[in-house]
T-cell receptor, first 112, second 115 residues
Framework: AQSVTQLDSQVPVFEEAPVELRCNYS??????LFWYVQYPNQGLQLLLK??????LVKGINGFEAEFNKSQTSFHLRKPSVHISDTAEHFC??????????FGGGTRVLVKP | GAGVSQSPSNKVTEKGKDVELRCDPI?????LYWYRQSLGQGLEFLIY????????KSGLPSDRFSAERTGGSVSTLTIQRTQQEDSAVYLC?????????????FGPGTRLTVL
C-alpha cells in the first residue's frame, strides 16, 4: 500500500525567507505526486504535480518541487515567502490504479 | 467559471440524527470525489463517482455513510444516525478526466459538528 509522509506538522518562517516542506512517499510502483494548498476556510488548490519527465516541477505562486526517486521524496520549496503563504500544505501521491493518498499536512506560518 | 460549491457550509446536528451534504461539481466534470478531513485522521478518501460507472465506495467508513450522484452532476452524501466521531470537514472535488492523476478541484467543504 502506498503512504505519504510529511515530516513537519508546522514550519514557522519569516517573511521573504526561503521555505522547504518535506514529503516522502513509499510505493513499489510508478507514482504520481502532488502538492495542494489549503487557505483558511477554503478547499484545496493544486500547487503543482509530477507525472513524468523533468524531476523539477514548477507550480503556481512561485513554488517548485523536486522528485527524487532514489530518496522517494518530493519536497516543496519557495525561495521567498509572503504573509499570504500562511496556509496548510498537503503532499499527495497516487500509484497507478489506486486512489490519491494524502500526507498529514504541513502548516506554514509566515511571520512578519 | 464557477468552481465546486458545497452546502451547507456549516452543519450542527445531534447524535443519532441523519444529515445530507450537497456538492455541485464544476459543469462538465465527469469525476466527483468525497473526502473527509478530521483532526485525528487527516484527509481521507470516501467515495468516487466517474461518469455512469458504479461508484468506488471503498473509502466509506461504515454502512451509515452513503452517497449518490443524480444525472451525473449534483451529489449528496448522507450520514445516518450520526456519531460524534463523524464530526469533520467534508470536502468534495471534481475533475474533467478519467484518471486519479487528473487535477481535482475542491469545494470549500461542509463543517459537520455532531453534539
Amino acid at each position: 500500500a502506498q503512504s505519504v509522509t510529511q515530516l513537519d506538522s508546522q514550519v514557522p518562517v519569516f517573511e521573504e525567507a526561503p521555505v522547504e516542506l518535506r514529503c516522502n512517499y513509499s510505493s513499489s510502483v510508478s507514482v504520481y505526486l502532488f502538492w495542494y494548498v489549503q487557505y483558511p476556510n477554503q478547499g484545496l488548490q493544486l500547487l503543482l504535480k509530477y507525472l513524468s519527465g523533468s524531476t523539477l516541477v514548477k507550480g503556481i505562486n512561485g513554488f517548485e518541487a523536486e522528485f527524487n526517486k532514489s530518496q522517494t521524496s518530493f519536497h516543496l520549496r519557495k525561495p521567498s515567502v509572503h504573509i499570504s503563504d500562511t496556509a496548510e500544505h498537503f503532499c499527495a501521491g497516487q500509484a497507478a490504479g489506486n486512489k490519491l493518498t494524502f500526507g498529514g499536512g504541513t502548516r506554514v506560518l509566515v511571520k512578519p | 467559471g464557477a468552481g465546486v460549491s458545497q452546502s451547507p457550509s456549516n452543519k450542527v446536528t445531534e447524535k443519532g440524527k441523519d444529515v445530507e451534504l450537497r456538492c455541485d461539481p464544476i459543469s462538465g466534470h465527469t469525476a466527483l470525489y468525497w473526502y473527509r478531513q478530521s483532526l485525528g485522521q487527516g484527509l481521507e478518501f470516501l467515495i468516487y463517482f466517474q461518469g455512469n460507472s458504479a461508484p468506488d465506495k471503498s473509502g466509506l467508513p461504515s454502512d451509515r455513510f452513503s452517497a449518490e450522484r443524480t444525472g451525473g452532476s449534483v451529489s449528496t452524501l448522507t450520514i445516518q444516525r450520526t456519531q460524534q466521531e463523524d464530526s469533520a470537514v467534508y470536502l468534495c472535488a471534481s475533475s474533467s478526466g478519467t484518471s486519479w492523476r487528473d487535477t481535482q478541484y475542491f469545494g470549500p467543504g461542509t463543517r459537520l459538528t455532531v453534539l
